[in-house]
């Protein structure tokens, strides 16, 4: 989508836009009240400041769209096909590794109460259950700043990946 369209777009458009970045209430309808942005550069500029602010209710609210790690995420939404592409490289994890992430996961939930969030555009599966494995040793408040931290590069990621200033420069699913 151009910047343009998205400056233009009737805000329960473009909030359905901004909801496949990050699915949390607030920042979606600050995101979608600031326009027109003059560059995506601003527009991802103000979505980060934004993303400063998130809290872990809201954390906790936007996981409710996130899959887990491993699991092939499945159904014809935005959110999904965002997540499938980010988590590619799943496809292609050894059985053993598979198996860690998914021991992992199941740890994770038990241990903070929520699904593990990772960026996972980027990394090889071996390098996700790294992570995995890292932040099971962390307490709640590190793991919690941790993940919002994920959260807030997932989000950005997906902005910059769905609209942009040139047409030449658009990212096509």
């Known amino acids: 989508m151009l ?5 233009r777009a009737d805000p329960d458009a473009a909030a359905s836009v901004v909801r496949v970045w990050a699915a949390v209430p ?11 942005y003059r560059s995506v550069d601003a527009l991802t500029a103000y979505a980060a400041d934004l993303a400063d602010e998130w809290t872990v209710t809201d954390l906790d609210t936007a996981l409710a769209a996130h899959p887990r790690i491993g699991q092939r995420p499945v159904g014809p939404g935005a959110e999904a096909a965002a997540s499938r592409r980010e988590q590619a490289s799943m496809a292609d994890a ?17 241990r903070f ?3 593990f969030l990772i ?7 071996e390098q996700l259950l790294a992570e995995l494995r890292r932040r099971l040793q962390g307490d709640e408040a590190s793991e919690a700043a941790e993940a919002l931290g994920q959260l807030a590069e997932i989000a950005l990621l997906r902005l910059r990946s769905s609209v942009t200033d040139d047409l030449s420069e658009r990212i096509v699913p």
């Open 94 to 110: 050894a059985a053993s590794v598979a198996d860690a992430i998914a021991a992992g996961n199941t740890a994770y939930e038990q």
């Open 26 to 36: 607030h920042w979606v309808d600050a995101v979608v009240a600031a326009r027109p």
């Open 119 to 125: 960026r996972a555009a980027g990394r090889t599966p």
């Open 113 to 115: 109460g929520r699904v």
């Open 3 to 7: 910047l343009d369209e998205f400056n």
